[in-house]
């Protein structure tokens, strides 16, 4: 394990500043002292472990060498940034991650100028460094420095593919930091990924290639406007002489690695010599996930966010949750294999989170019809579209937050074929201390819009078994069931599926006061209101909507008739989701109802937990009861004064 020992070096620099003040030799101590505090930190204060602490030695070296934050640092996804924030003036105030009010557990732009760029989602650095290094060509800020840096997972990433093909025709200085680790959550997939296990490339073939081009610039014998052939001719030459094709020097981008991502002073020395070359660079560093803390290195998927732990001892701190409700996804994932034991057609496709979404249950149970298919939301929605155009039934598990990259292609390859796609929506709604990049917030909305997509979120463990049997047995288009991260309500949570048919809610309580409408398990803490309302004299009939399209007009029709008030609830965004969709029937309808909406609002919601976000966005219970109470002002009124 890393000395543990009081920080020494690491308590005096309060900016990349004084980092670059230091010899160059008390860099190992830096980062041995930087590793101590992620380990103390995280051990109380849970975040993305073992990510940051293979990146210490990058971090501290793109900070000595580069002027940050003149020079610009563009994180991928910004689980490795935390010593990155912790050098960057956040070191007092790192024991506030991921807390309400405190630091983004990701880079963000707003929290600090060190912050080049917004991360969380995976494979954006390199068209946002390419689009920053173009832009100081066009300001004339040349001696600015971008720099992308980037996994070995998010770099499989269709975006991170069209940001180096562009890279290799505009001009740009952009050097790329491929961050090697072998590992992304759960071990990475594809053939890019065996190929940088693979690659070696000869530093001093580089060098001998880099003082040759040097040469014949300074000698007038080839300019810029012939450099691409050149480089396509050394590029094949290598190829052949090596018998190994290197996919970056094909696009003209330079290569230079692989290299050990934890040797601070040859990290340093590489950054020097290549930092001030012209074109696009990539540099290929090889490094451990989990660096510094053995049992991170040896578990490298439980490290990468491992809750509270024995910093002495690497034990984790594990309560007994034998006696309370499961986690929604382990309701899905285990769902999901007892249909695939009964139904030889159902297959299982998830973009890179198989742990996370708990299809690890099927991928050990049927491994021949599940597919992890890596960091491609896109892809692996038109992969299940093409499953299912073949008559099988694709159950495709993807957060609420990373499907919305694929918003193209449920519209184009799924939707307009009318092609029955299960989209099973995990962490939908608000998920708590990931914050902004990770809720779940708007896939109600941006999927109501589509024709032929059907839309569902159960109230519990039980409805969301009911929706998955019935969507594998109706097969009559897409639809996309939700449900958030975290625990459901019910220990005896194993029930025999129902059939259910689409469009239709049910009716939990007659009420006479106002009628409340719920979609999802929020409607469970809605119940629980009411019964608080009740106590206090108000009658408040509950319907659970179930889905949200095709709507149950039935219900909507009872309600419109017989209520003047109605509250809609929904762990979705106000701006066109449940609440919309009963303001747009009652217009359309001609009832005259005055429909309040309880739901996350038109702003992006920081980070904290569940709870005390539910707080903010007025949707936990007490502040439900005050709207239920603010909806009919004359009971409020009677209530004061039974209280005075």
Not at 85 to 111: A, Q, V
Not at 378 to 401: D, M, N, Q, R
Not at 493 to 510: A, S
Request: charge should be negative; aromatic fraction near 8%.
């Amino acid at each position: 394990m890393t000395d543990t020992k009081k920080t020494n070096i690491l308590s005096t620099l309060d900016s990349p500043e004084d980092l670059r003040k230091l010899d160059i030799d008390q860099l190992p101590q830096v980062c041995n002292e930087l590793r101590s505090f992620i380990i103390d930190s995280l051990s109380k204060n849970p975040g993305h472990f073992a990510s940051s602490m293979g990146a210490v030695e990058l971090t501290v070296a793109l900070h000595y060498v580069f002027n940050t934050p003149y020079d610009r640092i563009v994180w991928d996804v910004g689980h490795q940034a935390y010593g990155h924030k912790i050098l960057t003036g956040r070191r007092d105030l790192f024991h506030t991650n991921r807390k309400l009010n405190g630091l983004s557990g990701f880079p963000l732009p707003s929290e600090s100028e060190y912050d080049a760029f917004v991360a969380g989602h995976a494979s954006n650095s390199i068209s946002a460094a390419l689009g920053m290094a173009t832009a100081t060509q066009l300001q004339d800020e040349q001696q600015r420095q971008v720099i992308a840096v980037i996994g070995d997972a998010s770099i499989a990433g269709g975006l991170a593919f069209e940001g180096l093909n562009n890279a290799s025709i505009i001009p740009n200085n952009m050097l790329i930091i491929l961050n090697d680790n072998d590992m992304a959550i759960d071990h990475n997939v594809g053939g890019l990924n065996n190929y940088l296990v693979d690659i070696t490339t000869s530093k001093g073939y580089n060098k001998l290639r880099y003082d040759v081009y040097r040469t014949l610039r300074r000698l007038k014998l080839i300019d810029e406007a012939h450099r691409g052939t050149i480089l396509r001719f050394n590029n094949s030459l290598k190829a052949l002489l090596s018998k190994q094709q290197n996919i970056f020097e094909g696009l003209n981008i330079r290569y230079f690695g692989p290299i050990d991502g934890h040797d601070i002073g040859y990290i340093i020395r590489v950054l020097n010599d290549i930092k001030d070359m012209t074109g696009p660079k990539i540099l290929h560093l090889c490094t451990i996930k989990g660096k510094g803390y053995e049992p991170a290195e040896k578990e490298a998927t439980t490290w990468h966010a491992p809750g509270k732990f024995n910093k002495d001892t690497g034990e984790r701190v594990k309560s007994d949750e034998s006696s309370l409700p499961p986690r929604f996804q382990d309701v899905f994932g285990k769902t999901l294999v007892e249909l695939a034991d009964k139904n030889d057609k159902i297959v299982a496709i998830t973009p890179a989170m198989p742990t996370g979404s708990s299809m690890i249950y099927m991928m050990e149970a049927h491994p021949t019809r599940s597919f992890d298919v890596g960091i491609s939301e896109e892809h692996a929605v038109t992969f299940a579209a093409g499953l299912a155009k073949e008559g099988l039934i694709p159950f495709c598990s993807i957060y609420s937050t990373f499907l919305q990259r694929a918003f193209d292609q449920v519209i184009h390859d799924v939707a307009i074929q009318n092609l029955p796609v299960i989209f099973c929506i995990d962490r939908a709604g608000l998920v708590g201390e990931d914050g902004v990049t990770h809720h779940g917030n708007f896939d109600l909305s941006y999927l109501r819009c589509i024709p032929n997509m059907n839309i569902a979120s159960p109230m519990d463990e039980h409805f969301l078994q009911h929706l998955m049997y019935s969507a594998q047995k109706k097969l009559s288009g897409p639809i996309a069931i939700r449900y958030p991260r975290g625990r459901g309500n019910m220990t005896d949570w194993h029930c025999t599926p129902q059939l259910l048919e689409y469009g239709k809610g049910r009716k939990l309580r007659d009420g006479n006061d106002v009628a409340i409408l719920t979609l999802g398990p929020i409607g469970t803490s809605v119940a629980h209101v009411i019964e608080k309302a009740n106590l206090q004299g108000i009658s408040a009939a509950h319907y659970d909507m179930i889905f949200l399209k095709p709507i149950d007009e039935d219900i909507l029709h009872e309600v419109g008739k017989n209520y003047k008030r109605v509250i809609t609830v929904e762990d979705g965004s106000i701006k066109g989701g449940l609440g919309m969709a009963v303001i747009e029937f009652m217009n359309d309808n001609g009832y005259m109802v005055s429909v309040k909406r309880i739901g996350i609002p038109d702003e992006f919601i920081g980070h904290g937990t569940v709870d005390e976000l539910y707080k903010l966005c007025g949707m936990d219970e007490d502040s439900i009861l005050n709207t239920i109470l603010s909806i009919v002002p004359q009971k409020q009124t009677q209530l004061l004064h039974t209280i005075q």
